[in-house]
């Protein structure tokens, strides 16, 4: 490393309470020292020749020399260790000062290891599990050399159509807050200062959950009331949580791209939120304000960017090609320039960057980091609880060991589809299928049919599933959607099971045998019109690494589900998007309608003429293999002034002949306000496991942030009036109470 940093470093100090304004002091007295040039390239991200391209690709550019003249402060999506430490060897050796430079992937649910998808994980609705998954993923990209994850996706969404909603934590923003402050806790840790954790990025900054249409990229048209209620809860709480750093989104909001959005990154990031650290733009999205009609060129693109407050620009290149000429015609100034150099560095040095710039990875220590059995154990437990059932007649499941299984569907051997999206560093060789899994515990009791591709039939297939499901107790059918139809620019017009697949079902149950479907996906699907034919279903998500171990674990009994929703799952495409927290109308449709002697009363009602309004399975829904009761909900202060919290308790039996787990759900309703109010509202949950005739008894604390919201004056803030409160195992729960804030 050059000598004027290992001076520098003499004076200060890489962690304690004054960590930040230390880290000041030195990214200030270095800037000194820095030309302009050199300023731009700390805030330039590149991504090399052999790193995964994750966008559109643009003009081929000389990495080395870039690295070489000080002009690049991150590279993104390297896949070695050996390749980032000798890069990096670059950067401290060739350039002038020896900046290291910060590397970034896209750690999303794991990086070697692989845990669920984050939907998935976060129908575990396990705060503590969620960010220990986050804290084992971070030691694995820290041993690779990797600093820096474009993760949490804090984006609400209630559309299925996106793909992206496999990144994130469903429909609410009270449970999506939650997990993602957990996953940014994870990330970190205490301190950044251990070289096993890694800077978290809250993404995408802002209101990327709602593109129009449920297409990717799309815009976004919402008004502010809507965003601050529905949408930036879980931003804050991921801010709150210490996440260091910051994504802007592709969309648009209020007309204008997120990237040059002023009073996103300024006004409400920075000002009012008091985010501290850098902020990057996604894949090329500042240059892409052109196609958005914003700006003419990549000039102008940077100069709205720049004045925006965005400090780091992903891949395109403008800031680097015209930020020098921006400053001589007074658009920006070198001041705004050091403001956004310094976040960066100080970044750089609260990872211990500048100490030691090969702290993170090394090869050796890469190869003794990976697939370690904590956690690939870990991974398997959160693959347990992340499933979902959602059917089960007559108990099918759990399956007895003595039975003969017909195990059918493309997926049956998939590892890809384990996996599902984001996976750079995957190894599909390390992953356990479905078929290993059935091997290993139903020996010698299962017989493979693929049955059909994933979106095709194959010659002869259904007929040889057909004849495995008639020489069989039991027929398994592995549907859904492959890994690879999840997660970015994979936007779907449909999400009902492909016709092949539909076919394949209604053959095999035709056999007589009873039918568990496991269902692969990333995304909710709408399975009213093959649901009739399932016995069993059980939503396995893509559950990573150990899905297929898992997968078994909870088929053969091992493990009882414990999975509960984050999304409700349609009936039909036309019910798009659909929420259990949405508004009541006017004209509400009630249950006493449609009364079948008055067909009539059905119209003039905000309602579907042939379809109902509600989703065939509801947010918070799961079944186990034993049976939950909840009673004794009691609010134990009914009248409270404002400011005052609210306690509530309830009970939670097993009553079934199976040990268990279940979520205890809080959900509420402000019945009359200054503005519309969602029907109901979680506000607060519990993970509960009791053995068979075990109670435990709930006590939920309702804070006034809780019972706040976007008032008419825009202000977030509680007020007076009554309260319904529900408790229960999803969003229909029917054990119900009141309360009155004075």
Same mark, same amino acid.
């Given at each position: ?198 800077? /978290?990025?809250?993404?995408?900054? +802002? %209101?990327?959950? &709602?593109?129009? #249409?449920?297409? *990717?990229?799309?815009? @976004?048209?919402? =008004? ?70 914003? /700006?003419?060129?990549?000039?102008? +693109? %940077?100069?709205? &960017?720049?004045? #925006?407050?965005? *400090?780091?620009?992903? @891949?395109?290149? =403008? ?93 049956? =051997? ?329």
């Amino acid at each position: 490393m050059k000598k004027t940093i290992i001076v520098l470093l003499a004076a200060v100090s890489l962690c304690g309470c004054c960590c930040r304004s230390e880290a000041e002091r030195f990214a200030d007295d270095l800037m000194s020292r820095m030309t302009l040039r050199e300023k731009l390239g700390q805030m330039s991200q590149f991504v090399t020749t052999t790193g995964d391209v994750t966008g559109p690709e643009g003009e081929p550019m000389d990495i080395n020399s870039l690295i070489r003249a000080g002009e690049v402060g991150s590279i993104l999506n390297v896949k070695t260790p050996e390749e980032i430490e000798a890069l990096q060897r670059l950067a401290v050796d060739s350039s002038r000062l020896g900046i290291p430079i910060l590397f970034g992937h896209d750690i999303i649910h794991g990086c070697k290891v692989l845990f669920p998808i984050n939907l998935a994980s976060s129908c575990s609705w396990n705060v503590e599990a969620v960010k220990e998954s986050a804290r084992l993923a971070a030691a694995e990209a820290a041993a690779m050399g990797v600093a820096w994850t474009f993760s949490p996706m804090c984006d609400v969404s209630a559309d299925p159509r996106w793909g992206r909603v496999s990144e994130g934590s469903g429909e609410d923003p009270y449970l999506g807050a939650k997990l993602s402050a957990a996953m940014v806790e994870g990330y970190q840790g205490k301190d950044l200062a251990d070289s096993s954790t890694i800077l /978290a990025c809250v993404k995408h900054f +802002a %209101a990327y959950g &709602a593109p129009e #249409a449920g297409r *990717d990229y799309n815009t @976004v048209d919402m =008004s502010e009331r809507m965003f601050r209620d529905r949408y930036l809860p879980p931003y804050v709480a991921a801010l709150k949580a210490g996440a260091a750093t910051a994504m802007t989104s592709f969309n648009d909001y209020e007309a204008i791209p997120a990237s040059g959005n002023r009073w996103l990154l300024k006004e409400l990031l920075r000002d009012e939120l008091g985010f501290e650290g850098f902020v990057v733009s996604d894949y090329r999205a500042i240059t892409e304000m052109i196609a958005h009609g914003v /700006a003419a060129d990549d000039k102008e +693109a %940077a100069a709205l &960017a720049l004045k #925006a407050w965005l *400090d780091m620009e992903m @891949v395109s290149g =403008s800031y680097l090609n015209h930020a020098e000429a921006l400053i001589e015609e007074g658009v920006i100034s070198e001041k705004d320039i050091d403001r956004m150099c310094r976040n960066i560095l100080v970044a750089k040095y609260n990872l211990g960057l500048f100490e030691d710039p090969f702290r993170y990875g090394g090869a050796e220590r890469f190869a003794k980091a990976i697939y370690k059995k904590e956690t690939r154990d870990f991974a398997r437990k959160v693959a347990q609880e992340s499933m979902v059932l959602l059917k089960n007649e007559d108990s099918l499941l759990p399956l007895d060991s003595g039975e003969k299984i017909a195990l059918i569907g493309p997926f049956v =051997s998939s590892s890809r589809s384990m996996l599902g999206s984001w996976t750079a560093f995957r190894d599909y060789d390390s992953t356990a299928v479905i078929k290993e899994g059935f091997d290993s515990r139903f020996p010698g009791r299962v017989t493979v049919a693929e049955g059909c591709a994933p979106f095709e039939d194959i010659n002869g297939g259904i007929a040889q599933a057909v004849r495995a499901a008639r020489n069989a107790d039991v027929a398994v059918l592995t549907l859904g959607y492959p890994g690879e139809l999840s997660g970015e620019a994979t936007s779907m017009a449909s999400v009902e099971l492909p016709e092949c697949q539909k076919k394949l079902l209604a053959a095999v149950k035709a056999t007589g045998k009873p039918v568990v479907v496991l269902l692969t996906t990333g995304r909710p699907m709408a399975l009213e019109s093959v649901i009739d034919d399932m016995d069993a279903l059980l939503v396995v998500w893509h559950p990573g690494t150990e899905g297929g171990h898992a997968i078994a674990d909870v088929v053969s009994g091992d493990v009882s589900p414990s999975g509960h929703l984050t999304m409700c799952f349609p009936r039909c495409d036309g019910q798009i998007p659909i929420r259990y927290n949405h508004k009541n109308t006017g004209r509400p449709l009630t249950k006493a309608h449609p009364d079948p002697e008055k067909p009539w009363a059905k119209y003039y009602k905000s309602c579907y003429l042939n379809t109902p309004n509600t989703p065939l399975y509801p947010f918070g829904y799961g079944l186990s293999y034993t049976t939950f009761e909840f009673d004794s909900l009691t609010v134990v202060n009914p009248q409270v002034a404002m400011g005052e919290d609210v306690v509530i308790k309830a009970r939670v039996r097993n009553v079934g002949d199976r040990d268990g787990a279940t979520v205890a759900q809080l959900y509420i309703r402000d019945l009359v306000a200054s503005t519309t109010r969602p029907v109901r509202e979680l506000k607060g949950f519990e993970r509960i496991e009791l053995k068979s005739g075990e109670s435990a008894e709930l006590e939920f604390v309702l804070t006034v942030e809780d019972m706040a919201f976007c008032r008419e004056d825009m202000k977030f803030a509680q007020e007076p009036g009554d309260f319904k409160v529900w408790v229960g195992q999803d969003s229909d729960a029917t054990l119900e109470a009141q309360f009155t804030v004075l």
